[in-house]
């Protein structure tokens, strides 16, 4: 079905770091041939393909051994970890390089009319996230129990809509929690876009195209710090 000896890659259809992924891969020399929106994309002039899914399924691509390489936020693929963790199943990858990209915040947010002075002003309220892993821990290190609301997308009108009373979300200008009359009032976990690859055997070609791949990526990174 495939060629087993190219790469397959794995990164983000549409979304925040669709377009920062496919530059960097650009401007590696890596021509690929993205004309129609399909799920694979070839690369001319490497043993190179790119899989453009969904963010979230992109740890679990390369936690299955599926793709050798992802590029993901760091905040996917750290929920995803400690949530198959919960479940007991295979969570490990090797972070390649962290990339210059995707800088965000997981933070915790309530409305701007809300009395907020510690920490423990969050206790036993209910707080609407899509990373209720990343949350959890968080909060249970602080000891502080709460109730969650788990939501997929829309998390920051959850309040307004009385599903929750605080929401824990991404945070980049903040434009977001502004327009929904909402207050960062503390950051859960930092995060920017990383290059991970499998953990187990690579072939020795494909270590040599992963290696060749990797000194560019941090060329290109260097050239635009
Ligand atoms: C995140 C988050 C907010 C927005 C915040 O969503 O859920 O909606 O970004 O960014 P801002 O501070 O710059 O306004 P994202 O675009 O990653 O997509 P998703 O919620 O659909 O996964
Ligand atoms: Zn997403
Ligand atoms: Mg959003």
Redesign the pocket.
Known sequence: MFNNNRIRIAMQKT??LSSDSIKLLTSCGIKINLKQQKLIAFAENMPIDAMLVR?DDIPGLVMDGVVDLGIVGENVLEEERLNRISQNSEHSYVTLTRLDFGI?RLSLAVPVNTTYTHINSLKNIRIAT?YPHLLKKYLDKKNISFKSCMLN?S??VAPRAGLADAIC?????????EANGLREVQVVYRSRACLISKNGDINTDKKEVINKLMTRIKGVIKARE
């Open positions: 979304g925040r963010d965000c899509s997308g998390v920051e979300d991404l945070v980049s200008t903040g434009a977001t929690l």
